[in-house]
Each structure stands twice: as structure tokens, then as C-alpha cells.
């Protein structure tokens, strides 16, 4: 699992920015194609995450090698995203947040764990102000 420390806690002022984003690989397609399960897994990981939010959006799309699942969910503290292709068992996960209080790597895990990609890569920005 990935884990980051608290990014610019020490800093008096300006904006916290934590943002962890990923490629998962090997996902069961039947998963990757649940509209209404990826929502849930997207409330629980803001949930873990310390964030407040404000509003999941989802849309399934039927288009061939293009078909998947994308939710998005607006939170005070900014976005967390997954994007689908089943038909290539292949997902992308960003969680991005504000302030000292916010865990995305604990939004971002969890939904690593529960999709169990056959293997992932995980990449980390600090997106915090001077």
C-alpha cells in the first residue's frame, strides 16, 4: 500500500494540495462494468479519506472497446475520480485534496484493495502553494 506524509502540514498558511493518481491493471471486468457498486466504492474511499462530500456523478458508457464506468465525486476538499475500460480489465484512480486534514492515500488504497488489480502503479503530486 501507499502511504504519504502529512505534505506541507508544517506550512502557516496557503494550500495543502495531496494528489495521488494510479493505473490498475488485471481488474475482474464484471466489477469494472458496475455502475452502482463503483459509486459506492467511491462514497466509502471519501469517507476514509476525511473529506466532505458535496456530490457523485457516474455514467456508463456502451461503445464497444470504449464501454466503462466513470464516476466522479466533487468534495469540499476537491475530486476523487475512477475511469473504466473492462473490456481491457484496466481502471485509473485520482484522488486529489486539500488541507492538513485529508488522507488520499487512505481513499486511494481502499479502492485498490477492494478492485484487487493484479498489479498497479501509483503516482504522487504535491500540489500545495508556496
Known amino acids: 500500500m501507499f502511504t504519504i506524509s502529512q505534505v506541507g502540514s508544517e506550512r502557516t498558511g496557503g494550500v495543502v494540495?495531496?494528489?495521488i493518481y494510479g493505473n490498475l491493471y488485471g481488474i475482474d471486468p464484471s466489477i469494472l462494468s458496475d455502475e452502482d457498486f463503483l459509486r459506492s466504492l467511491v462514497i466509502k474511499a471519501a469517507e476514509l479519506a476525511n473529506v466532505h462530500l458535496v456530490e457523485v456523478r457516474s455514467w456508463k458508457f456502451i461503445e464497444g472497446d470504449k464501454e466503462g464506468v466513470s464516476v466522479l465525486?466533487?468534495?469540499?476538499?476537491?475530486?476523487i475520480a475512477i475511469h473504466t475500460w473492462p473490456v481491457y480489465r484496466f481502471a485509473t484512480v485520482d484522488v486529489y485534496t486539500c488541507g492538513d486534514q485529508s488522507?488520499?492515500?487512505?481513499?486511494?488504497n481502499y479502492i485498490v484493495s477492494v478492485l484487487r488489480p493484479q498489479r498497479y502503479i501509483v503516482n504522487y503530486a504535491d500540489r500545495s502553494s508556496d
Not at 465525486?73 to 475530486?79: D, K, M, P
Not at 488522507?103 to 486511494?108: G, I, L, Q, R, W
Request: aromatic letters at 6%.
Open 17 to 19: 494540495g495531496k494528489h
Open 103 to 108: 488522507m488520499p492515500d487512505k481513499a486511494f
Open 73 to 79: 465525486a466533487l468534495v469540499v476538499e476537491s475530486h
